[in-house]
C-alpha cells in the first residue's frame, strides 16, 4: 500500500523560504520508473506541477518557477524535501506530493492528502 | 510553453454518458491522463496512457486520444461521479502540464 505525506509550516510570510517533506511508504525510490513529484492547487483553481525527482537522482522543475525551486531525497528515509525560496500571497496554496511510475510515459499514480500553505505576513 | 485547455463544465443526467474533452497541439503525439478530484479531496488518478484504467477505477471511464483531442468519457455517470476533472500530459519537452479543469455536474 502506498501512501504520501506532507509536512511543513501552514503559515510563511512573504519572502521567506519554504521547505515541505514528503514522507512515503511503499515503495522505493531507488526502483528504476520510480519518481516522487510535488503539484500545487492555490484555492479554487487548477492544478499547477511543480517539480519531481526520479529514481536515479535526475530532477525536473516547472520553466517559470525554476530558479526558486529545489528538489532532494533521502532514499534511506523515504523522504523527498521541496524547497521554494522567495515565497510571495501567490503561492498560498494546497501542496501535493505525488508517487510517479513510469509506463510509456510518466504519470501521478498516488497523491498524498495535501497540506495548505499560506503565504501572509 | 504548451497548454491543454478544457471545457470549464459539463453537465450531464444520471444514467447518460458524459465527454469532457481537452486539446492541445499534437496531444495525440502524447499519451494523456486523467484525474478526479471530488471537494475537499486529493485527485485520484482515473485514467492513463490514454485509456488504461488503474486498478478499482469502475469501467464506466473511458479514455481517447487524437489528433488534438483526448477525451474522457463516463457512461452511465452515477451522481459519485460528481467532481473536477483534470487531464494531463508528458513528455520530455513539456515536462509535465496539467489541463485547466473541468466540473462535471450531474443534474
Known amino acids: 500500500q502506498i501512501t504520501l505525506k506532507e509536512s511543513g509550516p501552514t503559515l510563511v510570510k512573504p519572502t521567506q523560504t519554504l521547505t515541505l517533506t514528503c514522507t512515503f511508504s511503499g515503495f522505493s525510490l531507488s526502483k528504476s520508473g520510480v519518481g516522487v513529484g510535488w503539484i500545487r492547487q492555490p484555492p479554487g483553481k487548477a492544478l499547477e506541477w511543480l517539480t519531481v525527482?526520479?529514481?536515479?537522482?535526475?530532477?525536473r522543475y516547472s520553466p517559470s518557477l525554476k530558479s526558486r525551486l529545489t528538489i532532494t531525497k533521502d532514499t534511506s528515509k523515504n523522504q523527498v524535501v521541496l524547497t521554494m525560496t522567495n515565497m510571495d500571497p501567490v503561492d498560498t496554496a494546497t501542496y501535493y506530493c505525488?508517487?510517479?511510475?513510469?509506463?510509456?510515459?510518466?504519470?501521478?499514480?498516488?497523491w498524498g492528502q495535501g497540506t495548505l500553505v499560506t503565504v501572509s505576513s | 510553453s504548451y497548454e491543454l485547455t478544457q471545457p470549464p463544465s459539463v453537465s450531464v443526467f444520471p444514467g447518460q454518458t458524459a465527454s469532457i474533452t481537452c486539446s492541445g497541439d499534437?496531444?495525440?503525439?502524447?499519451?494523456a491522463c486523467w484525474y478526479q478530484q471530488k471537494p475537499g479531496q486529493s485527485p485520484v488518478l482515473v485514467i492513463y496512457?490514454?485509456?488504461k484504467r488503474p486498478s478499482g477505477i469502475p469501467e464506466r471511464f473511458s479514455g481517447s486520444n487524437s489528433g488534438n483531442t483526448a477525451t474522457l468519457t463516463i457512461s452511465g455517470t452515477q451522481a459519485m461521479d460528481e467532481a473536477d476533472y483534470y487531464c494531463q500530459a508528458w513528455d520530455s519537452t513539456i515536462n509535465y502540464v496539467f489541463g485547466t479543469g473541468t466540473k462535471v455536474t450531474v443534474l
Open positions: 505525488t508517487h510517479l511510475l513510469y509506463s510509456s510515459t510518466w504519470y501521478f499514480n498516488y
Open positions: 525527482i526520479y529514481w536515479d537522482d535526475d530532477k
Open positions: 496512457q490514454d485509456n
Open positions: 499534437k496531444l495525440g503525439d502524447r499519451y
